[in-house]
């Protein structure tokens, strides 16, 4: 290009449809189905993460202005990261995962709070007054796109109900384009109000039609984005600040091990799922590299892009690889089981097989989500493991018995249990050694004979299950879950 502004102006652009795609994705009611809880979740997701960013940029001693950058950067983790490492790992069904995409849904909601808020200080509004009339004007222009996408979704459907898909490409990015315009003269992030605007159109008719449309534009100009930020940057910076960028990673995992860990005692989740929940959030991308944009434009800090990059893509390639090896850390919090009390309450589970069917043997209350697949909740709010998506049994159920005493079987994560236990064998769940054979109580009753059974380690009434499938049927354990 013969004018370096064409290619700023692309870059420009493609920041834009980058935040108008993410308002297309934005669902207000997961927010609203996930109730007090899930804000609980996000908030304290945010607290610890922004909290940590904002302390450690003062104690790089940068400047205040740069703090604020940088407790973004550190505090809000990358949808598009966490949404491809679900999919890459099967994790989409799990009962955790619905938590993980409300967290960044919270996290969306504060974007938009934050990057208004952020501008005027970043801007070098001269005093407070100017700063409050700006930050003023921010949330005004935040105030009225709300109220468009909370009452005038369908006027706005009728305008852009067309058939032709080309009209309808003009239309939105015509609209993208003008209220990010508007948002750039009021002394907004033009990037607030493309995302406003994405939102708005995500609630009318056409909303599934144009997130299609969108997808090939976002992709090319999001791409001329990140390519004018890697120009930007000089590699050699990158080492000068190496050190920042290996301490704002180890702060970030343990701010991220912290937050999954409160999550999953909120939730009553066991280890697995906390630590699925800890290193998928662990992913930091766009919004980052915004807020670097943002910096680099505003004049600050010369060594805060080069920090950005750098922290951005430790964690891009870092946090993948920790997310598939979750089980590691889910085995570390086993460990330590005073870090989740809920999940040591929960009573054990022993896992057999009964013929052509599996069966988990455990008292009421005892089926845990980490252990299997969806949690669900029966009458009585107790919880039960169904087999996750792909189970290869034929016939499974969840067999409670009133014993105390039937330990579990061996260690068993909720993939292999479904998956690789059918190869397995019954070797898998011989009983683990050294776990003594004292008598357990109270003991469990054959309503059929009235038979009392002992129910001893090396002998629970698992084994007598085992000999007499007419037994099972007549026992006094409820069976609570059944897939075919």
């Not at 750039?184 to 109000?193: F, H, N, P, Y």
């Not at 598939?324 to 989740?340: D, K, M, Q």
Request: proline letters at 6%.
């Amino acid at each position: 290009m013969d004018d370096p502004h064409d290619f700023e102006m692309l870059s420009a652009l493609g920041l834009v449809l980058l935040l108008f795609y993410l308002g297309l994705e934005f669902h207000l009611d997961d927010l609203k189905s996930g109730g007090r809880r899930l804000l609980a979740a996000g908030g304290t997701y945010l607290l610890l993460n922004v909290g940590a960013g904002l302390g450690f940029g003062f104690a790089l001693g940068w400047g205040a202005r740069e703090a604020l950058v940088l407790s973004g950067v550190l505090g809000i983790s990358s949808s598009a990261i966490v949404t491809k490492i679900l999919i890459d790992l099967g994790r989409i069904t799990r009962p955790e995962t619905r938590l993980i995409l409300g967290v960044t849904v919270v996290e969306d909601v504060f974007l938009a709070l934050y990057l208004a808020a952020l501008q005027p200080v970043i801007s070098g509004a001269q005093g407070v007054p100017e700063t409050v009339l700006q930050a003023a004007k921010a949330f005004g222009f935040l105030m009225v796109l709300a109220i468009a996408a909370r009452y005038g979704t369908r006027l706005i459907g009728r305008l852009i109900a067309v058939r032709d898909n080309e009209l309808l490409v003009t239309s939105f990015l015509g609209a993208a384009i003008l209220i990010a315009g508007v948002s750039e003269v009021l002394g907004v992030v033009d990037a607030i109000g493309a995302f406003m605007v994405g939102l708005i159109l995500a609630g009318t008719p056409s909303g599934p039609r144009i997130r299609e449309l969108v997808h090939p534009l976002r992709d090319a100009f999001a791409a001329i984005f990140f390519f004018a930020f890697g120009l930007a940057i000089n590699p050699a910076d990158i080492a000068s600040v190496a050190l920042p960028v290996a301490a704002a990673t180890a702060l970030t995992i343990a701010m991220n091990v912290a937050a999954g860990l409160f999550a999953a005692r909120l939730y009553r989740y066991g280890p697995q799922p906390a630590a699925n929940i800890a290193t998928t959030l662990l992913g930091r991308g766009e919004f980052a590299l915004i807020l670097a944009a943002m910096a680099a434009g505003a004049g600050l800090d010369d060594r805060l892009a080069p920090f950005i990059a750098g922290y951005v893509l430790v964690l891009a390639v870092l946090s993948p690889i920790v997310a598939g090896r979750s089980h590691l850390l889910s085995r570390a919090l086993r460990a330590a089981p005073f870090l989740l009390p809920g999940d040591r309450a929960r009573r054990p589970t022993a896992v057999v097989r009964l013929g052509p069917a599996r069966i988990v043997a455990g008292p009421p209350g005892g089926g845990d989500a980490e252990d299997g697949g969806e949690e669900k909740r029966g009458e009585g709010g107790e919880r039960d493991a169904t087999p996750a998506e792909g189970s290869r049994t034929r016939r499974s159920a969840c067999l409670r018995f009133p014993v105390w005493g039937v330990y579990p079987v061996g260690e068993v994560s909720g993939e292999r249990e479904y998956g690789e236990a059918e190869k397995s064998g019954p070797g898998l769940y011989r009983p683990m050694a050294g776990q003594g054979s004292g008598v357990a109580g109270p003991r469990a009753r054959a309503s059929a004979t009235q038979t009392r059974l002992k129910a001893k380690y090396h002998s629970p009434p698992v084994a007598t299950a085992r000999r007499s499938w007419g037994w099972w049927r007549r026992s006094r354990g409820s069976a609570v879950s059944v897939a075919r």
